[in-house]
């Protein structure tokens, strides 16, 4: 899989001889002594917070931490040792790795860089794979715990993570580097910046290629990563600083499996941690049902005007240009599903049986059924598949177009008041077509989900799942030959936000408030204008709706002294929904004899142009309280927070249970097909206390650790109107709500304990050796929320009575080294090593279900063929069966293992 054509590679070598070129014509004039932030990177309009001054609980990660530590880790990973965060690798796929702040996901944080938001905005979530880049050429990484101190009207409920990426007047250095680590890992690397000149002038480049395996089966990858900065200063009023980068990559991926099939492919009883179940092999190469490719360029502009010694004006026009998107299957054999296909003795899919019986061949999936009946039936359209015959590799385009303008103006009223206050635009068009990437043996796919297109029409063209050189390249080759989905998606969002601080002796505070609208629109394309969704006339551009929300947020922070410092700040969020919750009900496989309530286009794929009835904003409101104790060997914060998050919206699916005619059993046909519910009301609140210090013992060994404790629980049983697949409210229990059973369960997905404890060790100048332990507790694991839902008896499920399941805790230990040869004349070879997971620990890092090992409740006494087995008979067969535990746990609970040991190394030539 090639990402960089011949004019790519031209074009990339031309910047790099020209920066270097243009290095010996500049003398440096950058003053690089100073320790301060603001003092090194591009900060612009980034809201940096400053230690013993910002009344927000904040971490700040260095440039050389990250180049010394991160190793082929997760970018998120650095952040592992700071409190309340929980870093994961997921699935294990380049780049798939999380994070979680105060027990909330990246939908919930703020990610930004240099001040500029890229949360998705559609869905809120950022992929990390599509920023990997930025650890090559980030200056400071710096996370503000809960509502944070940025001015703009952004999701940060969690937290806010700013990347502070480097200036183009950077100190003049180059850099060439090369990284090896486990599972043929290779990272090359070149950059250069030429420093400030005497005119103001300043450039920097970077150029990097990253690729092999991580440490799971199946999971080659391949990136690139280019950066370009131009600055420009000409005289102490005017800044302007220019910056392109990108991240272009593919990567193969992995889905989450049961305990027992980790077990069932491992040896001797454990479970065999590099298992994926997405992957195997066809015609003997390497071919995985699962690839993630992407790439999203971004360029923006930054201006600084010093309008006079009281104000300034610093503003940021940017563009992003989202090329990509992920793939997976569409089709079936004989009605069975592709992980559903008997695998090999392996556990790897059968991609050659698959290529075979797609070209009408005999093949024998099942040994114990006949030969051409069931699953073994033979391809009656050989060649052809369809969304229900034969299997085809799809993807789900993700692309998009996003523009934004970021401008913060502040004034000094005096010595002791400054206001600031500015704008925020955005907008953003996302296209959501699919595309086939491979027939696997068929001839073509016969599309029939467009309406426009009634007869159907036939898809020959398949495109690779890489993305393209061009970073402005089409979503789509052909509009012609669109599989599986075809809508987009456009948000419009302006904003306002305003702060007043107030700086005196040993007291800083600020109070501040945002206000934004934010705009939705769906346009689907394969929708005919009148079709009926839910008994309304729809059209094929949705009106645009528009979302208020607001944020007001206030803090102080008082200096005891020289050593001691205490703040405390509260805040308040109104928080609009996201797009699928403002377009959430799905489409309908509705019949021609309900017209009336869907129109009988047979479509399975998206959701329907109807607004959500039930729209309202999330209200997040936060306090927090802090204390600080700065000393020349010991420094430490200690911090308590609450936060309450309500009137979150969510959509589940597929109930179960659910009788049409209430006076007759729950069974068979009585019970509706599909049916869902939308919830309103649902609340968590997180509390929890923090501790994080750093001990210099000497100038030779310095220790550092951290400590926190949450308590994140759901609060309340929220109730949520019932429908059936059709859209239409159907009654439960005498009434059209059901109730969930949601009060005091554990909110799922991160360590609500964590605590680490780490030493750097210098024994000379030139080297640091240094090792960290990580400790996870608390763990809980995500509910089906089929299992709480109330039933009209007004119970619910056994399992569902005992809440989330907790999994093992965990400790994981790192060790690395760095030493630094002066070579003079300016000129460094810096060698790196690191051991990731030291004593290769067993542990899963991902519980993606909560499935309690059962009691006697959970069976019930059945006759079959006039054969009684009671329930005390099927509890003790489950309950004496090992192969139904691991480590206390039920084995058909879905997890991701951690990995095991990983290494990286590398050298780097710095001149």
Same mark, same amino acid.
């Given at each position: 899989?090639?990402?960089?054509?011949?004019?790519?590679?031209?074009?990339?070598?031309?910047?790099?001889?020209?920066?270097?070129?243009?290095?010996?014509?500049?003398?440096?004039?950058?003053?690089?002594?100073?320790?301060?932030? +603001?003092?090194?990177?591009?900060?612009?309009?980034?809201?940096?917070?400053?230690?013993?001054?910002?009344?927000?609980?904040?971490?700040?990660?260095? +440039?050389?931490?990250?180049?010394?530590?991160?190793?082929?880790?997760?970018?998120?990973?650095?952040?592992?040792?700071?409190?309340?965060?929980?870093?994961?690798? &997921?699935?294990?796929?380049?780049?798939?790795?999380?994070?979680?702040?105060?027990?909330?996901?990246?939908?919930?944080?703020?990610?930004?860089?240099?001040?500029?938001?890229?949360?998705?905005?559609?869905?809120?979530?950022?992929?990390?794979?599509?920023?990997?880049?930025?650890?090559?050429?980030?200056?400071?990484?710096?996370?503000?715990?809960?509502?944070?101190?940025?001015?703009?009207?952004? =999701?940060?409920?969690?937290?806010?993570?700013?990347?502070?990426?480097?200036?183009?007047?950077?100190?003049?250095?180059?850099?060439?580097?090369?990284?090896?680590?486990?599972?043929?890992?290779?990272?090359?690397?070149?950059?250069?910046?030429?420093?400030?000149?005497?005119? &103001?002038?300043?450039?920097?480049?970077?150029?990097?290629?990253?690729?092999?395996?991580?440490?799971?089966?199946?999971?080659?990858?391949?990136?690139?990563?280019?950066?370009? %900065?131009?600055?420009?200063?000409?005289?102490?009023?005017?800044?302007?600083?220019?910056?392109?980068?990108?991240?272009?990559?593919?990567?193969?991926?992995?889905?989450?499996?049961?305990?027992?099939?980790?077990?069932?492919?491992?040896?001797?009883?454990?479970?065999?941690?590099?298992?994926?179940?997405?992957?195997?092999?066809?015609?003997?190469?390497?071919?995985?049902?699962?690839?993630?490719?992407?790439?999203?360029?971004?360029?923006?502009?930054?201006?600084?005007?010093?309008?006079?010694?009281?104000?300034?004006?610093?503003?940021?026009?940017?563009?992003?240009?989202?090329?990509?998107?992920?793939? &997976?299957?569409?089709?079936?054999?004989?009605?069975?599903?592709?992980?559903?296909?008997?695998?090999? %003795?392996?556990?790897?899919?059968?991609?050659?049986?698959?290529? =075979?019986?797609?070209?009408?061949?005999?093949?024998?999936?099942?040994?114990?059924?006949?030969?051409?009946?069931?699953?073994?039936?033979?391809?009656? *359209?050989?060649?052809?598949?369809?969304?229900?015959?034969?299997?085809?590799?799809?993807?789900?385009?993700?692309?998009?177009?996003?523009?934004?303008?970021?401008?913060?103006?502040?004034?000094?009223?005096?010595?002791?008041?400054?206001?600031?206050?500015?704008?925020?635009?955005?907008?953003?068009?996302?296209?959501?077509?699919?595309?086939?990437?491979?027939?696997?043996?068929?001839?073509?796919?016969?599309?029939?989900?467009?309406?426009?297109?009634?007869?159907?029409?036939?898809?020959?063209?398949?495109?690779?799942?890489?993305?393209?050189?061009?970073?402005?390249?089409?979503?789509?080759?052909?509009?012609?030959?669109?599989?599986?989905?075809?809508?987009?998606?456009?948000?419009?969002?302006?904003?306002?936000?305003?702060?007043?601080?107030?700086?005196?002796?040993?007291?800083?505070?600020?109070?501040?408030?945002?206000?934004? /609208?934010?705009?939705?629109?769906?346009?689907?394309?394969?929708?005919?204008?009148?079709?009926?969704?839910?008994?309304?006339?729809?059209?094929?551009?949705?009106?645009?709706?528009?979302?208020?929300?607001?944020?007001?947020? %206030?803090?102080?922070?008082?200096?005891? $002294?020289?050593?001691?410092?205490?703040? @405390?700040?509260?805040?308040?969020?109104?928080?609009?929904?996201?797009?699928?919750?403002?377009?959430?009900?799905?489409?309908?496989?509705?019949?021609?004899?309900?017209?009336?309530?869907?129109?009988?286009?047979?479509?399975?794929?998206?959701?329907?142009?109807?607004?959500?009835?039930?729209?309202?904003?999330?209200?997040? @409101?936060?306090?927090?309280?802090?204390?600080?104790?700065?000393?020349?060997?010991?420094? =430490?914060?200690?911090?308590?927070?609450?936060?309450?998050?309500? $009137?979150?919206?969510?959509?589940?699916?597929?109930?179960?249970?659910?009788?049409?005619?209430?006076?007759?059993?729950?069974?068979?046909?009585?019970?509706?097909?599909?049916?869902?519910?939308?919830?309103?009301?649902?609340? /968590?609140?997180?509390?929890?206390?923090?501790?994080?210090?750093?001990?210099?013992?000497?100038?030779?060994?310095?220790?550092?650790?951290?400590?926190?404790?949450?308590?994140?629980?759901?609060?309340?049983?929220?109730?949520?109107?019932?429908?059936?697949?059709?859209?239409?409210?159907?009654?439960?229990?005498?009434? %059209? /709500?059901?109730?969930? @059973?949601?009060?005091?369960?554990?909110?799922?997905?991160?360590?609500?304990?964590?605590?680490?404890?780490?030493? *750097?060790?210098?024994?000379?100048?030139?080297?640091?050796?240094?090792?960290?332990?990580?400790?996870?507790?608390?763990?809980?694991?995500?509910?089906?929320?089929?299992?709480?839902?109330?039933?009209?008896?007004?119970?619910?499920?056994?399992?569902?009575?005992?809440?989330?399941?907790?999994?093992?805790?965990?400790?994981?230990?790192?060790?690395?080294?760095?030493?630094?040869?002066?070579?003079?004349?300016?000129?460094?070879?810096?060698?790196?090593?690191?051991?990731?997971?030291?004593?290769?620990?067993?542990?899963?890092?991902?519980?993606?279900?909560?499935?309690?090992?059962?009691?006697?409740?959970?069976?019930?006494?059945?006759?079959?063929?006039?054969?009684?087995?009671? =329930?005390?008979?099927?509890?003790?067969?489950?309950?004496?069966?090992?192969?139904?535990?691991?480590?206390?746990?039920?084995?058909?609970?879905?997890?991701?293992?951690?990995?095991?040991?990983?290494?990286? @190394?590398?050298?780097?030539?710095?001149?």
């Amino acid at each position: 899989m090639k990402l960089i054509n011949k004019s790519m590679l031209t074009a990339i070598i031309t910047l790099s001889t020209a920066s270097v070129y243009y290095a010996q014509q500049v003398q440096d004039t950058a003053d690089t002594r100073s320790k301060d932030i +603001e003092a090194v990177v591009l900060t612009g309009v980034a809201d940096i917070a400053k230690d013993r001054k910002t009344p927000v609980a904040v971490s700040t990660i260095k +440039e050389a931490q990250i180049v010394e530590r991160l190793g082929n880790q997760e970018f998120p990973e650095i952040l592992k040792s700071t409190p309340s965060i929980y870093a994961a690798k &997921g699935g294990g796929g380049f780049g798939d790795g999380r994070m979680n702040i105060r027990g909330f996901d990246t939908n919930n944080q703020a990610v930004m860089i240099n001040g500029v938001p890229v949360n998705g905005m559609e869905d809120g979530a950022v992929y990390w794979s599509n920023w990997l880049g930025l650890s090559d050429v980030t200056s400071a990484m710096q996370v503000q715990r809960g509502l944070g101190s940025s001015k703009l009207a952004i =999701a940060s409920v969690g937290g806010t993570t700013n990347i502070i990426t480097r200036a183009a007047d950077k100190k003049k250095e180059g850099n060439v580097f090369l990284g090896v680590g486990n599972d043929g890992y290779l990272k090359t690397l070149f950059s250069y910046n030429t420093g400030k000149s005497a005119k &103001g002038w300043s450039t920097s480049f970077l150029m990097s290629r990253t690729a092999g395996a991580t440490y799971i089966d199946g999971s080659d990858f391949e990136a690139y990563n280019y950066y370009f %900065a131009l600055g420009y200063q000409p005289n102490e009023k005017h800044d302007f600083q220019f910056t392109f980068t990108g991240a272009p990559q593919w990567h193969m991926q992995n889905f989450q499996s049961s305990i027992a099939n980790f077990i069932k492919y491992g040896e001797n009883g454990e479970p065999n941690r590099r298992y994926n179940s997405n992957w195997g092999y066809m015609n003997g190469d390497i071919m995985s049902q699962s690839i993630n490719f992407y790439s999203k360029p971004v360029a923006s502009v930054n201006w600084d005007w010093k309008i006079s010694e009281r104000s300034k004006l610093s503003s940021v026009l940017y563009g992003s240009w989202g090329r990509g998107g992920g793939t &997976g299957v569409i089709g079936s054999i004989n009605g069975t599903n592709i992980n559903s296909l008997p695998k090999t %003795a392996d556990g790897l899919i059968r991609f050659d049986d698959i290529q =075979a019986w797609n070209q009408g061949q005999n093949v024998i999936w099942d040994p114990a059924v006949a030969n051409n009946t069931g699953i073994n039936k033979i391809n009656a *359209t050989p060649g052809v598949a369809t969304r229900t015959n034969g299997l085809a590799r799809r993807a789900s385009i993700n692309s998009h177009d996003w523009y934004g303008l970021l401008s913060n103006f502040q004034h000094k009223f005096n010595e002791n008041w400054n206001f600031s206050g500015g704008v925020d635009l955005r907008y953003y068009y996302g296209y959501h077509p699919g595309v086939l990437t491979d027939l696997w043996g068929n001839n073509k796919y016969i599309e029939k989900d467009d309406m426009n297109n009634p007869g159907g029409y036939d898809v020959t063209l398949v495109q690779s799942p890489t993305p393209s050189a061009n970073p402005f390249v089409k979503t789509v080759k052909d509009k012609g030959q669109i599989v599986y989905r075809n809508y987009d998606g456009e948000v419009l969002w302006g904003g306002l936000f305003g702060q007043l601080e107030y700086s005196k002796d040993k007291v800083s505070a600020f109070v501040q408030g945002s206000v934004s /609208e934010q705009g939705y629109k769906r346009i689907d394309n394969w929708l005919k204008d009148g079709v009926i969704q839910q008994g309304q006339a729809v059209t094929q551009k949705t009106d645009t709706k528009f979302l208020f929300g607001f944020n007001v947020k %206030a803090g102080v922070n008082y200096n005891i $002294d020289d050593q001691h410092n205490v703040f @405390a700040n509260v805040g308040y969020y109104a928080k609009q929904p996201l797009f699928n919750s403002v377009f959430n009900s799905p489409l309908a496989p509705a019949t021609s004899t309900n017209p009336a309530v869907n129109s009988p286009d047979g479509r399975a794929t998206g959701n329907q142009q109807i607004v959500n009835p039930l729209l309202t904003n999330e209200k997040i @409101a936060s306090a927090e309280l802090g204390y600080g104790f700065r000393s020349r060997i010991f420094n =430490a914060n200690v911090n308590l927070y609450y936060t309450s998050w309500k $009137d979150r919206y969510q959509r589940f699916t597929n109930l179960p249970g659910i009788p049409i005619n209430p006076a007759l059993p729950a069974t068979g046909t009585n019970v509706y097909n599909r049916p869902f519910a939308n919830l309103t009301g649902i609340q /968590e609140i997180h509390m929890g206390a923090e501790f994080e210090g750093t001990l210099k013992v000497t100038d030779y060994l310095s220790f550092n650790g951290m400590f926190s404790i949450g308590n994140w629980e759901y609060k309340g049983n929220p109730t949520g109107t019932l429908y059936d697949e059709n859209g239409t409210p159907i009654t439960f229990n005498g009434n %059209a /709500e059901v109730s969930f @059973a949601l009060d005091g369960v554990k909110v799922s997905d991160a360590a609500q304990t964590t605590a680490a404890l780490g030493f *750097t060790l210098k024994p000379v100048k030139q080297l640091s050796i240094f090792s960290n332990w990580n400790y996870y507790s608390n763990y809980y694991g995500l509910i089906n929320f089929a299992d709480v839902y109330v039933k009209a008896d007004g119970t619910t499920t056994n399992n569902g009575r005992k809440g989330a399941l907790e999994y093992p805790s965990y400790n994981l230990f790192d060790l690395g080294l760095s030493y630094t040869f002066d070579l003079g004349k300016n000129q460094r070879l810096v060698l790196t090593g690191n051991v990731y997971n030291l004593f290769d620990t067993t542990y899963i890092s991902d519980g993606k279900s909560s499935t309690h090992v059962k009691d006697l409740a959970d069976f019930a006494t059945t006759t079959t063929g006039g054969v009684t087995t009671t =329930a005390q008979q099927k509890y003790d067969a489950y309950i004496n069966n090992p192969a139904n535990f691991y480590k206390g746990l039920d084995t058909s609970n879905t997890v991701y293992f951690g990995f095991g040991r990983t290494w990286a @190394a590398s050298v780097a030539f710095k001149f």
